[in-house]
């Protein structure tokens, strides 16, 4: 993804652990679907999530939900990439969040609700500006908590290499 300070942040698709939700993923990014959205909410030492909304909390339309693949074997370590979710496990559609500390008890064997998040990838580099999008100022919005104050936006998503395809 690159953000609107133009900084890259290269990910890493895990396809053969969690095919459905990396070929869901990979679609909305060629949709075009991630450019201009929001990281929208930001929580210090946990994670950092996005994808669906835009500037001002305006929530966009998604594409149906996937089936969750959190039993895959990947653990919710920094820097991986998992879906987020209503309390529904199969509810995951566009929003995913980057893990800023190892957060396993959001892994299927040890999450509460016995199905936790499906990782799908993990970021290559950048961090660093993970880590500060995960420590910027927040406030509430309507019924949002840990809403940055100031937008933060992913300027564009692509995909910069794929393996055979």
């Known amino acids: 993804i690159t953000m609107a300070n133009k ?19 990979v679609k909305l990014i060629k949709e075009g679907y991630y450019n201009g959205k929001t990281f929208h909410r930001v929580i210090p030492g946990f994670m ?3 994808g669906g909304f835009t500037p001002g909390m305006n929530e966009k339309d998604t594409k149906a939900p996937i089936a969750i693949e959190s ?16 309390a529904d496990p199969n509810s995951a559609t566009s929003q995913f969040f980057i893990n ?4 396993h008890f959001l892994d299927a064997n040890q999450a509460s609700d016995g199905y936790g998040y499906t990782v799908f990838g993990k970021v290559i580099s950048g961090m660093s ?20 104050l ?15 395809k």
């Open 150 to 164: 100031r937008d933060v936006v992913i300027k564009k998503a692509s995909i910069v290499k794929s393996k055979g």
């Open 7 to 25: 900084e890259v942040i290269p990910f890493e698709l895990y396809e053969e652990d969690a095919p459905i939700t990396v070929a869901n993923f």
């Open 129 to 148: 500006t993970i880590d500060a999008i995960a420590g910027v100022k927040t406030h509430s919005v309507g019924f949002y908590d840990d809403v940055p």
């Open 48 to 50: 950092v999530q996005g």
């Open 71 to 86: 039993r895959n074997g990947l653990t919710n370590q920094r820097a991986t990439i998992a879906m987020a979710r209503t």
């Open 100 to 103: 800023v500390a190892n957060n």
